[in-house]
């Protein structure tokens, strides 16, 4: 009796489970409230795979649309930009990290330019000074294949930039952008000619911006991460819309490749210099003949110079020099130059830069104590000298 009792018992049981089952896989909501309770986290779990899933779609979306504007952006700008060899002439003994670089004597080096201007008839190139330095010819292939011989208009080696000349119709001017709209980790492509193997695209982010490297006299660089070789100077820095927001100037490296850190020069700085090139074939700035150096904590005491006080310190003089004839001494702090406030060496050597050579200028001084207004007539800055 006992074990038939069991035995309706467990059948009843069986049938009772196999029902909620049912009822539970197909008609939830007939359930308790306190059941949804306890089938909500399995609910919960089986929703969490669906998560990442999206997210991995939605990355690999992203990732090819930004693939898709890399590959546009560089098929816009690639036509502007060109390879040169360089022929004739004394090289100077000296080393710059593109290519063309290295030997004296006769020589034919490689590099790059960008076409930066169209006309009916030619248009302009800019390239870097040391690719095109010393050359008594200058041969330039296009993307599509045409050469020709450009024209030297001029070059400015305190920024290692030249404009050239080339007589050629329908040449693919590339568009320009901003480099101050640029942003660290922004996109951006870097296109030359790297050791003469033909026209070359490589991808990076901008890793910094207003960079001073001690390259060059007048510079703040773009830094990027693109890979740039021997052959990429004066090659193209373009953004995500191809458009030019530099111009390919250096990189840092023992091994003479790229090791992820090149140097371009802003396109507003080579856009300044181009239209000085243009207009007198040569780019005039003003001159006072000082040296200077960094305001310190130690120096101003010494000096006995206002605490708060901002200014660079006048460490010489040149003789007959616009400062000397203004009565700048050595241990003078200079503030002001005209309107601009200085308060580093940088910042005094482009001041005065800008100034136009000829016109007169204020200087706000101070010396010890006492605050002084001097008078400079404006020099034009010599020709460096290499």
């Known amino acids: ?113 960008v076409i930066v201007e169209s006309g009916p008839e030619g248009g302009y190139v800019l390239t870097n000074h040391h690719v095109i330095e010393g050359a008594q010819r200058i041969d330039l292939q296009l993307s599509d294949g045409r050469e020709t011989v450009a024209e030297l208009v001029g070059t400015d080696p305190e920024t290692d930039l030249a404009l050239l000349k080339v007589e050629l119709p329908r040449l693919p001017a590339i568009s320009t952008g901003a480099s101050k709209a640029l942003q660290v980790g922004e996109a951006v492509l870097a296109i030359g000619n790297p050791f003469g193997v033909g026209q070359t695209v490589t ?44 111009i390919n100037s250096a990189i840092y490296s023992r091994s003479g490749g790229s090791v992820g850190l090149g140097f371009a020069i802003p396109i507003e700085l080579a856009q300044e210099v181009m239209e000085a090139l243009r207009s007198e074939g040569r780019v005039s700035r003003g001159w006072m003949g000082v040296t200077s150096r960094e305001l310190s904590s130690e120096l101003m005491e010494a000096l006995r110079l206002p605490a708060d006080l901002q200014g660079v310190l006048v460490s010489g003089v040149q003789q007959g020099s616009p400062a000397e004839r203004a009565g700048v ?40 104590g006492q605050a002084l207004g001097l008078n400079a007539r404006v020099g034009q800055r010599p020709v460096p000298t290499r």
């Open 1 to 113: 009796m006992l074990r038939t009792l069991w035995l309706i018992f467990a059948q009843a049981c069986t049938v009772a489970l196999a029902l909620l089952f049912v009822v539970q896989t197909l008609r939830p909501q007939w359930l308790p409230d306190e059941w949804a309770m306890r089938r909500a986290p399995a609910a919960r779990e089986q929703a969490v795979p669906a998560v990442p899933q999206v997210a991995t779609r939605a990355a690999a979306q992203a990732a090819s649309h930004v693939q898709g504007s890399l590959a546009e952006a560089a098929a816009r700008a690639a036509p502007a930009v060109v390879s040169i060899a360089t022929s004739g002439g004394a090289r100077p003994q000296r080393l710059w990290p593109f290519g063309g670089d290295g030997q004296g004597g006769s020589r034919r080096g490689v590099g790059s330019g």
């Open 203 to 246: 991808a990076g982010i901008v890793s910094a911006l207003q960079r001073q490297a001690g390259i060059n006299t007048f510079e703040s660089f773009i830094q990027t991460d693109a890979a740039i070789n021997p052959g990429n100077s004066g090659g193209a820095l373009v953004d995500a819309q191809g458009r030019l927001v530099g």
């Open 329 to 368: 001494r050595p241990g003078d702090v200079i503030v002001q130059v005209g309107t601009s406030s200085v308060a580093n060496p940088e910042q005094l050597l482009n001041a005065v830069a800008r100034l136009k050579p000829g016109s007169e200028v204020e200087l706000r001084v101070q010396r010890g």
